[in-house]
Every structure is written in C-alpha cells, then in structure tokens.
Nanobody
Framework: QVQLVESGGGLVQAGGSLRLSCAASGRTFSSYSMGWFRQAPGKEREFVAAIRRFGGSTSYGDSVRGRFTISRDNAKNTVYLQMNSLKPEDTAVYYC??????????????????WGQGTQVTVSS
C-alpha cells in the first residue's frame, strides 16, 4: 500500500508559479504510474497530468498543457507538478494519485488505486 502526501499549495497571483510535491511511502515508488488531478468547488475532478513508470512518458490535460510540467524523482519517492503562468481558473484542490500498473488511460481517475488528501491552490486575479 502507498500513502501519498501533497505539499506546496498556497495563494499566488495570476501569472505566478507554484511547485507541488507529492511524497510517497514505500519502497516500490518507481513501479507506480503517478497522476495529478484537481477539483474546483462545484465541479468534477479534472485530470491535470500523469507520468508513467519505467520510462516516464508524460501526458497533460488540455487546459494545462504548455504551462504545467510533471516530473518524478524515484530516489526521493516524490512526484512534482511545476505550475507556471497560473490563471484564476486553476484554483482548485490538487490531488496526487498512484496507479500500481503502467495504466491504460492515465487521464481516468479510475486507473488509480491510491490518493492523497489534496492541497489547495488559489490563484488571485
């Protein structure tokens, strides 16, 4: 089992940047595909980014592509989400998730077995 703890959220002005981190417990972090999702009040959970195990290919949601970058450091059991050019519509709770398989479609929340508690990101205009 994997426990995930997100950090790095906060309040930032539009156009600014934040880097989220997600620390995972356990010795098999490198065998998990990892994802970031977000959920704004009154909206459904939205796919943000994912990075596959063993090779680290990445994918992004349309609304963040070109602004956000997902990366991982297997030695530190951590996945990151670098968020640049933030917009007020990026305001949401951001969740880290782990998939213990390579994953068929990592944009689907159902692919993930483990979730963190979330970290709030607020972008002011």
């Amino acid at each position: 089992q994997v426990q995930l703890v997100e950090s790095g959220g906060g309040l930032v002005q539009a156009g600014g940047s934040l880097r989220l981190s997600c620390a995972a417990s356990g010795r098999t972090f490198s065998s998990y595909s990892m994802g970031w999702f977000r959920q704004a009040p009154g909206k459904e959970r939205e796919f943000v980014a994912a990075i596959r195990r063993f090779g680290g290919s990445t994918s992004y949601g349309d609304s963040v592509r070109g602004r956000f970058t997902i990366s991982r450091d297997n030695a530190k059991n951590t996945v990151y989400l670098q968020m640049n050019s933030l917009k007020p519509e990026d305001t949401a709770v951001y969740y880290c998730a782990a998939c213990p398989r390579i994953g068929f479609d990592l944009s689907r929340s159902s692919e993930y077995d483990y979730w963190g508690q979330g970290t709030q990101v607020t972008v002011s205009s």
